[in-house]
């Protein structure tokens, strides 16, 4: 089965369904008549617990999922019950006179003529008709996607077989949340404010799409009815039309029954209790289908109703409604108490509902025996309610598999399950969009544990307009649909102050299953391990309940697939890939929650637990800090835990947990070899791997180490930021150009008050004078264009300019022209006011839906008017003239006003909103500015003053130009102008303060905007009262006077002296003054400045609405006015911790903290005022006596009460920004900021002001024109917050990746070679590839003029304003970690060694090569898009404690080094470094100049070192110093004999040319020991110098090459001897060519054997075993294989070497022992040097041969050895001959016995003489070579 075959079902039920049984079945729907039936119930054959703890959207949470698989199919159940069900219907006759028209066919006729319709019938549905859909019983609609704000249009025909009957409609949702609208005939277009029947997400209804239809109802009935399904996010969905069966109704009474007279008194009365207003708590027993209807007054708004339902024992399906039959009042349901000893409320029940007006609920259930179920009603909309339960309603039944993923959670699965610990509840789920935290899932095989999503109001709306993650996973094939799983999740918040956890409930809770049967309703059945009777009392009596102890507990069901992993991952990464390309909060967060989801899901989840077996759980003991950890326990340590804000919720409102130091024990995983080296393919490179994947799994939720981006509320750190940056651009401009706070101007009193930019200040409008909308426009873009942030313009670039606009630079009037060009918008402006916007496009408070009845305008009438109390408090607004007076129109342009109206808008359900005009809606009406008609401007040119408010022009008596010019007019505040007054005069004249003065007493009307009454014959005349406008103005009562003809006066309270004040006549109240009673009049202790001193010293602040109470008692004719009032701080719920505090009872918000609104509380006195009070449901408040601020001072006072706490999560509600009661450290602690709460407005004296007249002429003009060039404030605010966002959101950005990447890299290895079923487990699970072995863990956008933040989780770059030049550049920081740097790979040698000293393996180098240094912690790579404007940044790298204290000895100095691309060394920076503690973490941080690092490439490679002192001074030391100073050594005697040599053949050359004698042979075998001392002695002082570390090949050739040198030298000696052994060719010229010919061959195939040794050496070897580590950098590559081939080769090579050697060396003696026999008997000089020779090189070779033996049978490597053999071979041996060459040579040196001197080998020479004899030592022919030979040899030999 698949999820798609849930649309499929759709096409397959349009043909109906077949009977089964009792119930009426299709593949999509069962209506069953009865609950219980004859089949056995649903029994558990299989079930698993799994304990998740996971960081979803920001917040970490702690989550249970029960997955119960049972024995039948499972199906979930909504009840057909209304009230009265139980009577027959007799009011639905269809009129006389009338038709029931079906007006759902679109293509018939239609006609609505003679259609029943209790109001008639809208003319739309013939002549206009909307596109709509059809709707037929029992068939599911197409499935319908719609964007959000779109509507969709169904029709449905109820005909007289349903007459009386109760349907289902319903919107089964895919994705998203609907609004659903449904009216009659009379409404063709069902909308919020017109319709019949609603269920809004408004009102905590998400998801919950559905509307079950009374026939109580006062619109029911049959016909057609119309259906408007709002979409208020993105949604997908089909719609469902259900009806009961026909034969259901009435209800059919039970089989048997408890009366209710059978209920024992002390159930009755158990919580009976009158309530806080007197009245009594209802307590109503309903019998088994039997209505009851109460119709509740106001005393019992918000109050519990009792219901308690006997039930007969056994098995029983109870439906529970309460329904209105009105449709006006709104009841909720709550039904069975967790605490039997409390009564049932919203916070004491198993199940709830809480639907906009009615409320069904449903339990299966068996009963053991007659049990009274306990439930309860709350009214929140009083009026006619009835309360009904069957056990014989018709449900509505579906197949859980076969309801939408959403549907089962959000609409058709709500109640059906819960879960209950001893000291909490785990509430079933009422509604998603409240604290919903114990809910059932979709039925997959392996469900996504996160989804539907947890409660967060973060994300909850985003996440649920998306598609349903399980979706894929099923096409994927990752997952399956098993329609007996009943998957049943709970969670927690980690570290939420409950008094319960989810191992507690795991432990010791209980859940039920209460909503969940067959086919045939039976309940399912649970194993029960205790008595019904237990623990939790009632609860237990009846709800069949299961202990999660008896499941099997673990982890993570199921076997790692690597298969599944990667398919899973790749729906991961694209998940990620929409979160890198997304913009706005809107995109960016549903894509994570998706992510975090998946990531939970069991493709990945059983790959996690399986590596995490790989390891071993330690228990290790660690300092944590956290702003959550509570350290005492409520039942040990009450009173602790009552004062720690880290433990009791409530005092969140006024305190803050901080961040602190604790120590727990924590499971942290740690490495087991033995695991895995039995489990991995390649256990080496897996260790590595595992090490890294330790490491992140343990650190992913560390503040610091891990991925968090530090943002705990993404909407409400965004929102400060928002409105840090609206204070410094938009609203800035805003004030700049002249459109004030509220874009109504800015208020002033003297030019002074007026930005200079402007024309000063108008007095008589009290605003700064502006001249069109013109200059404002031109005023705030320049100003906008010079204050946005670079960010901001590289939003523009990248998404709104187009071409060579992208390329225009800010600061200049083309930049102007460019902002213009794209943020220009068609408008209605006016054009002559400049500060008009009622007909623009504007923001605007508007009322969207009703409210409690209310609409429109009237929400601001109501301030406060409790009719049935006896007190007025804050006087109504009672007409809307008025309500515009005390609440004016907002119209903003933009989004950026911050009204902040208490007294207007606080009762209003209000949202400030967008308005977009038209051309058609734009006026077109002509107007003359100097009054009257259009056709009074014709052209003519007037004298005037006109006001700069765009109001009428005033004549002045001034007829000619230069006169009007050389006058002026004085306005006065008022408005009024005068002519021919002084600057003086006209100063002076009707002046006026700004603000009122205290102590100056005044008779005011109690009503502030009640100016006055009319008196008709002294008695007041249409007192303006609720419901009429009445007579308001002095001119409306002097027009009435001739209206009805007879005398009229108009009285206000200021007319009153102070004694006359009061309400009685000369202060006898038993007779009321009629004038002063309408006025309702008192003294105030303000009134009017008596001069400009009082009132410049004076001023008024905002608190004064707020800290002054004025009330009035009913029966009392006497207005009260106190002077201060007790705030308090509003208190947290235990469950809601974050946001608002809550306002006790019906106290309201106030700036800050919770104003007491009823009485008798707001008269609390200052000595009543506690620090602290206990309200009497148990809430802590925290008070404050606050008396009205008479200064500045005491205004703007730095304490609590005057300044609050604006917290990131509680940013703005309703457009006005509430701070919290916290001190300015707590404030702090809860990363909110502090700032003022009430604002001071100084007094300014306000008199006349002299004005210029102008002379003008006047033509009749269009008060609003249309232009298509207006600018569009609202896009250049967009643009600012888009700006904002997209830099704000590369946190969350950077954290998803982080997330993401950093345990996957790692954990696909482990997956491919260790825990994965199909796992390949071999080397394609790794990748050499080291130029790309960095894990991107985090991307910002650097930006000029701003900091920030770069971090992964083990580097931290802060960006200064300064450290980008211009404009921004995308930065992306990757980790390079540490264990790709662990080792270095060198090759096997062939040939003898040296002994090497063992080299440091690091990659820290100095510029030579030579170790300086070693890694200390994982590198930073970051990747700049535009490198050359990044100049600067702070780099902090983690450091690697454990690192550092292994190598600080060695390396004392911490440093920063880089590398470069081939990441082959790692170099010192020489930077200044300092080491920064966040938590335990130590951090290296260094500022960076990155042009000094950048080595010519976009990226910068960064890494944590230690080095040593003078790190550049340092060369490497290939040996020690023993084996250094015996190659040196060796060296040496290699020049000596390579000297002595030459000496030798130096003077062999010098004589040979001057005698041009033949070269004797001696003389070609000391140039072979010449080159041979070349090769020897380069070959050396290269070994010294390490020139061969990474080059074998040359190593081998050049060490070689001498020994095959002394093979030639060898081999030529031996043809020599032979030759000379030779009796008939003693001489070369007698040279035996075959003899020569064999030398030639030999040498040959001596250097052919160093060639092919260097060949196999070369290509079979170093290539063919050239093994790289299948993870090189972190294990070393096995060079075993090149290792046993390089010592066979050596072997084999070395035997043949000593084969060689053995041979020439046998060869030579015997030619020497053969020469030596052919000379004379005597011991001559020739036999003793042929002797010498001989016994030098058989001597030197023999011993080569057995050093060589030695060395190779015992394979080891020695300085010493080597450098003996190689001295006496070759060092000794060239030394001992060139000797025997020089032995005469040296005799006359130091004898000094010959003038000419030569070597002793100059003789040996082998000459032709001219007669072609052979001579030696003589150029005088021989007369006969062989009788030569026989008596000359001696003394030639001597010679």
Avoid at 483 to 498: C, D, E, M, Q, S
Avoid at 599 to 607: D, L, Q, S, Y
Avoid at 642 to 655: I, S, W
Avoid at 1564 to 1571: C, K, L, Q, S, T
Wanted: net charge negative; aromatic share 10%; proline share 5%.
């Amino acid at each position: 089965e698949t999820l798609g075959r849930t649309r499929e079902a759709i096409e397959d039920t349009k043909d109906g369904g077949a009977a089964d049984g009792d119930c009426v079945r299709s593949n999509r729907a069962v209506i069953c008549s009865v609950g219980g039936g004859e089949s056995a119930p649903p029994e558990i054959v299989n079930s698993d617990v799994k304990i998740l703890e996971q960081t979803v959207a920001n917040v970490e949470y702690t989550l249970a999922q029960a997955r119960l698989e049972f024995d039948q199919d499972l199906y979930l159940s909504q009840p057909f019950l209304c009230g009265h069900a139980e009577e027959e219907c007799s009011h639905q006759e269809v009129p006389e006179g009338c038709t029931l028209c079906d007006l759902t066919d679109s293509t018939a006729a239609c006609s609505t003529d003679n259609c029943c319709s209790p109001l008639g019938v809208d003319p739309d549905y013939c002549d206009n008709p909307p596109d709509f859909v059809k709707l037929v019983e029992g068939v599911p609609s197409e499935v319908v996607a719609l964007r959000e704000g779109e509507t969709k249009y169904f029709r449905f025909f109820v005909g007289e077989e349903h007459r009386c009957q109760p349907f289902y409609i319903s919107a089964r949702p895919y994705y998203g949340t609907v609004d659903l609208y449904m009216a009659r005939l009379w409404r063709a277009y069902p909308t919020g404010g017109g319709a019949d029947w609603r269920r809004r997400t408004q009102f905590f209804n998400y998801g919950k799409a559905s509307l079950l239809v009374c026939p109580t109802h006062t619109f029911y009935g049959l016909g057609t009815y119309t259906l408007a399904v709002f979409a208020s996010v993105d949604a997908e969905f089909h719609v469902e039309l259900s009806f009961p069966p026909a034969d259901s109704l009435p209800l059919p009474p039970p089989e048997e029954s408890i009366p209710c007279s059978s209920v024992p008194d002390s159930v009755m009365n158990q919580f009976a209790q009158t309530l806080p207003n007197g009245a009594e708590k209802v307590i109503l027993c309903l019998e088994d289908g039997v209505t009851t209807t109460i119709n509740y007054g106001g005393e019992y708004r918000n109050q519990l109703t009792e219901l308690i339902l006997p039930v007969p024992k056994g098995c029983h399906t109870l439906s529970i409604a309460v329904t209105t039959p009105y449709g006006g009042a709104d009841p909720d349901l709550y039904c069975l108490p967790t605490n039997p000893n409390a009564e049932v409320s919203s916070s004491n029940a198993a199940i709830t509902s809480y639907n906009g007006y009615d409320d069904q609920l449903l339990i299966r259930a068996c009963f053991d025996e007659d049990t009274y179920v306990h439930c309860a009603n709350q009214v929140f909309s009083t009026g006619l309610v009835d309360h009904i339960w069957s056990s014989t309603a018709p449900v509505l039944s579906q197949r859980l598999a076969d309801v939408t993923p959403a549907s089962a959670s959000f609409q058709q699965g709500m109640a059906a399950a819960v879960g209950v610990v001893q000291n909490g509840a785990f509430q079933a789920c009422a509604d998603f969009a409240s604290d919903c935290n114990f809910w059932i899932s979709y039925p997959l095989q392996d469900p996504l544990a996160y989804w539907p999503p947890v409660y967060n109001d973060e994300v909850i709306e985003g996440v649920y307009t998306k598609p349903y993650p399980p979706e894929a996973l099923v096409e994927a094939g990752l997952t399956t649909v098993n329609p007996r799983l009943l998957v049943i999740n709970a969670f927690l918040t980690k570290g939420a102050r409950r008094i319960y956890s989810i191992e507690e409930f795991v432990q010791n809770g209980t859940f039920a299953v209460i909503g969940v049967g067959n086919v045939d309703g039976e309940p399912v059945i649970l194993p029960n391990d205790g008595p019904r009777n237990g623990l939790l009392g009632s609860f237990n009596e009846y709800i069949p309940n299961i202990a999660v102890s008896n499941l099997t507990v673990r982890d993570m069901a199921g076997e790692c697939s690597y298969d599944s992993f990667l398919s899973h991952k790749a729906m991961v990464d694209d998940q990620v890939s929409k979160v890198l390309t997304a913009q706005g909060v809107g995109a960016i967060l549903p894509a994570q929650y998706t992510i975090d989801s998946l990531n939970a899901a069991a493709p990945r989840e059983t790959c996690v637990q399986a590596a995490r077996d790989l390891a071993i759980s330690d228990l290790v003991n660690l300092s944590i800090a956290d702003a959550r950890f509570c350290q005492y326990d409520i039942d040990t340590s009450p009173d602790e835990f009552a004062n720690d804000p880290c433990c009791n919720g409530q005092l969140e409102a006024t305190a803050c947990c901080e961040y602190d130091l604790y120590q727990v024990s924590e499971q942290l995983m740690v490495e087991n070899s033995e695991v895995l080296e039995a489990d991995c393919g390649i256990p080496q490179c897996a260790t590595t791997f595992m090490d890294d994947l330790i490491r992140a799994i343990n650190n992913l939720n560390d503040a610091v180490q891990g991925c968090a981006s530090g943002i705990s509320s993404f909407r409400g750190q965004l929102g400060l930021l928002r409105e840090e940056l609206f204070d410094s651009t938009v609203r800035y401009c805003a004030q700049e150009a002249g459109l004030g706070k509220l874009h109504a101007g800015i208020p002033c009193g003297s030019d002074a008050d007026c930005p200079g930019t402007l024309s000063g200040c108008d007095v008589a409008n009290g605003i700064c004078a502006v001249e069109s909308r013109e200059a404002i426009e031109n005023d705030y873009l320049a100003c906008y264009a010079e204050r946005i942030p670079d960010f901001v313009v590289e939003y523009m670039r990248e998404n709104v300019f187009e071409g060579f606009d992208q390329l225009v630079q800010r600061g200049t009037d083309k930049f102007l022209e460019v902002l213009r060009k794209y943020y220009s918008t068609t408008d209605c402006v006016s054009t002559t006011r400049a500060l008009d916007f009622t007909q623009s496009n504007r923001f605007a408070f508007e009322i969207p839906f009703d409210f409690g009845g209310i609409t429109g305008e009237d929400c601001r009438a109501i301030l406060a008017w409790d009719q049935g109390a006896h007190f007025q408090f804050r006087p109504p607004i009672v007409n809307e003239k008025d309500a515009r007076v005390a609440c004016p129109d907002v119209q903003c342009l933009g989004d950026s006003c911050r009204p902040n109206e208490r007294v207007c808008y606080e009762f209003c359900a209000n949202d400030f909103v967008e308005v977009r005009v038209t051309e058609e809606s734009c006026p077109d009406d002509l107007r003359c500015v100097l009054g009257g008609e259009p056709t009074d401007c014709n052209g003519q040119s007037e004298c005037v003053y006109c006001p700069t408010d765009g109001s009428d022009c005033v004549l002045a008596p001034f007829a000619s130009e230069t006169e009007c010019q050389e006058n002026t007019v004085c306005v006065l505040p008022s408005g009024a102008v005068q002519f021919g007054l002084t600057d003086e005069e006209c100063e002076a004249l009707d002046a006026s303060c700004s603000e009122e003065c205290a102590g100056v007493p005044t008779c005011k009307a109690f009503r502030p905007f009640l100016d006055g009454v009319c008196a008709v014959n002294g008695v007041p005349y249409l007192v303006p009262v609720a419901g009429m406008v009445g007579v308001s103005t002095e001119e409306e009562c002097a027009a009435l006077a001739v209206e009805l003809g007879a005398p009229t006066s108009y009285h206000r309270c200021s007319d009153y002296a102070l004694d006359e004040c009061d309400w009685g006549r000369a202060g006898d109240f038993s007779v009321l003054d009629p004038i002063k009673s309408a006025l309702e009049c008192y003294v105030d202790s303000y009134g009017p400045c008596p001069d400009r001193e009082s009132c410049e010293t004076t001023g008024k602040c905002s608190d004064y609405e707020w800290h002054t109470t004025i009330y009035r008692d009913i029966p009392a004719p006497q207005v009260n006015r106190l002077a201060g009032v007790c705030m308090n701080s509003g208190y947290h719920e235990r469950e809601f911790l974050e946001g608002y505090p809550w306002c006790w009872s019906n106290d309201v918000k106030a700036p800050i903290g919770c104003y007491p609104y009823y009485f008798p509380f707001f008269t609390i006195t200052e000595p009543e005022c506690t620090d602290e009070i206990i309200t009497p449901d148990s809430h802590l408040l925290h008070q404050r006596w606050m008396s009205p601020a008479t200064t500045e001072e005491e205004c703007l006072a730095d304490e609590i009460g005057r300044k609050g706490c604006l917290l990131p999560s509680t940013t703005y509600e309703g457009n006005v920004a509430w701070l919290l009661w916290l001190n300015e450290d707590d404030c702090e602690c809860r990363g909110g900021q502090f700032r003022n709460g009430y604002t001071w407005s100084p007094g300014r004296w306000r008199g006349g002001r002299v004005i210029p007249l102008e002379w003008r002429q006047f033509e009749a003009q269009r008060e609003y024109e249309w232009r298509d060039d207006a600018l569009d404030l609202l896009a250049l605010e967009n643009a600012v917050i888009q700006g904002l966002e997209e830099q704000f959101l590369y946190n969350v950005k950077s954290e998803t990746l982080c997330t993401s990447n950093l345990i996957s890299s790692q954990l696909g290895t482990v997956v491919c070679d260790c825990v994965g079923d199909d796992a390949p487990r071999d080397t394609t699970c790794y990748f050499t590839d080291l130029s790309n072995i960095g894990v991107e863990v985090g991307i910002q956008d650097i930006c000029a003029g701003v900091e920030r933040v770069l971090k992964g989780p083990s580097t931290i770059l802060r960006f200064y304003e300064w450290s980008v030049t211009r404009g921004c550049s995308l930065g992306q920081l990757s980790t390079l970690e540490s264990s790709w740097f662990a080792t270095s790979r060198s090759s096997a040698k062939v040939s003898f060694q040296f002994e090497r000293k063992d080299q440091p393996d690091s990659l820290v180098v100095n510029r030579r090569g030579a170790v300086v240094g070693e890694l200390v912690g994982d590198g930073a790579e970051v990747v700049f898009e535009d490198p050359e404007i990044v100049q600067v940044f702070e780099a902090c790298l983690l450091l690697d404690e454990l690192a550092v204290a292994e190598y600080e000895d060695f390396y004392p100095i911490l440093d920063v080094g880089f590398s470069t691309d081939s990441l082959d060394s790692i170099v010192p920076l020489d930077f200044d470094v300092n080491i920064v503690q966040l938590q335990e973490s130590n951090f290296l941080c260094s500022t960076v100049q990155v042009s000094q690092i950048r080595d010519g490439t976009d990226v910068v490679r960064l890494f944590p070192i230690l080095r040593v002192v003078d790190w550049t001074d340092v060369e490497t030391d290939y040996f020690d110093d023993t084996t250094e100073a015996l190659i040196y050594t060796l060296a040496v005697l290699y020049i000596i004999d390579f000297f002595l040599l030459a000496i030798f053949l130096g003077i062999l050359i010098r004589e040979n040319l001057r005698t041009r004698k033949s070269m004797p042979i001696v003389a070609w075998i000391a140039v072979f020991f010449v080159v041979l001392c070349i090769f020897r002695i380069v070959f050396l002082f290269m070994l010294v110098q390490g020139e061969f570390e990474d080059d074998s090949l040359a190593e081998y050739a050049l060490f070689e090459i001498p020994t095959f040198i002394l093979f030639t030298i060898v081999i030529m000696a031996n043809g020599f001897w032979r030759k000379l052994s030779r009796k008939s060719a003693f001489f070369v010229n007698d040279t035996d060519m075959q003899l020569w010919v064999m030398v030639g061959i030999a040498i040959f195939l001596i250097w052919l054997l160093y060639a092919v040794v260097l060949i196999i050496y070369s290509e079979v070897i170093l290539d063919g075993f050239d093994e790289e580590s299948p993870c090189p950098g972190r294990v070393a590559a096995s060079n075993k294989d090149q290792e046993d081939a390089t010592r066979t080769l050596s072997i084999v090579y070395q035997s043949v070497v000593i084969f060689i050697t053995f041979i020439l060396a046998c060869m030579f003696w015997y030619s020497s022992y053969k020469l030596f026999k052919m000379t004379s008997k005597g011991v001559s000089r020739a036999k003793q040097f042929i002797f010498r020779i001989g016994a030098l090189i058989v001597s030197a070779f023999m011993l080569r041969c057995i050093l060589f033996l030695i060395i190779l049978a015992a394979d080891f490597e020695s300085s010493i050895y080597m450098f003996i053999t190689l001295f006496l071979t070759e060092v000794l041996l060239m030394f001992l001959i060139q000797l025997e060459f020089n032995k005469r040579f040296y005799w006359r040196i130091f004898g000094g016995t010959a003038s000419r001197i030569l070597p002793s080998g100059m003789n040996l020479t082998m000459t032709r003489g001219s007669t072609g004899g052979s001579q030696m030592g003589s150029s005088t022919p021989s007369r006969s070579g062989s009788a030569s030979l026989s008596t000359d040899l001696s003394a030639q030999m001597d010679d």
